[in-house]
């Protein structure tokens, strides 16, 4: 039972490429979240998607950021034009039903995003 | 607006000590806290914590949470090398249909031979 699955692992972008990071959740698993750790930081919520619809995306830029959970394949997070100050650990997490169902919500081993 | 706050931020122990890591939280909504250790990968689930005063127990590790003053504490008894990692505290809030966690920062110790 394989569990959250990200790739790339690592990635390097010149400032204003495109980052493209995806995230396979645990099987059956319906509810996706994206989090963000910058150094030194502890981690912080960016989007909730459940199957193509987006619930909360408070903690995402407004500009640049944008994330998708298609029915089929993975959950993609997308970086346009990125900017130093995008360099960072961006995790993805899975759950069953969603946490208020008590069900527990598992990370994937993350996506190390370094812009030079 | 809603926080945690984890302290020490970091501690150097010897193997064998015991050491105490504590999370404090001011959040709406609070639904249960949770900690998980990270070594420089995912963050893997230690303990949730919903009601006050229940202490969760695994192996060397034991949790519990104080409701009302909005504290929680994570002990760890004979610690070994294996036990170096970052700490995270997390409270799990809900907010109209959303829902998401709220991390400190984490507390980063160091177990010493």
């Known amino acids: 039972n394989a569990g959250v699955m990200q790739n790339p692992r690592h990635l390097v972008r010149r400032r204003g490429q495109e980052a493209r990071l995806r995230c396979s959740p645990m099987?059956?698993?319906?509810?996706v979240y994206w989090y963000r750790q910058l150094p030194e930081e502890g981690l912080k919520f960016m989007v909730y998607l459940q199957k193509e619809n987006i619930i909360d995306e408070s903690g995402m830029p407004k500009e640049r950021f944008s994330a998708e959970f298609p029915k089929e394949g993975p959950s993609i997070l997308r970086i346009q034009q990125v900017v130093r100050g995008d360099s960072a650990a961006y995790f993805c997490a899975s759950s069953l039903l969603g946490q208020s169902s008590g069900n527990t919500i598992y990370f994937g081993e993350g996506s190390w995003l370094t812009v030079v | 607006e809603d926080k945690v706050v984890q302290s020490p931020l970091s501690l150097v122990v010897h193997e064998g000590d015991t050491v105490t890591l504590n999370c404090s939280y001011e959040v709406t909504n609070f639904r249960s806290l949770l900690w998980y250790k990270q070594e420089k990968k995912a963050p893997t689930f230690l303990f949730m914590l919903t009601s006050s005063g229940i202490e969760k127990k695994s192996g060397r590790l034991s949790s519990i949470l104080d409701k009302k003053e909005l504290f929680s504490i994570l002990n760890i008894t004979a610690t070994q090398t294996g036990d170096s990692a970052i700490y995270l505290c997390a409270v799990h809030i809900t907010q109209g249909g959303s829902e998401k966690l709220v991390f400190g920062k984490g507390m980063k110790l160091t177990v010493n031979p």
């Open positions: 099987k059956g698993h319906s509810h």
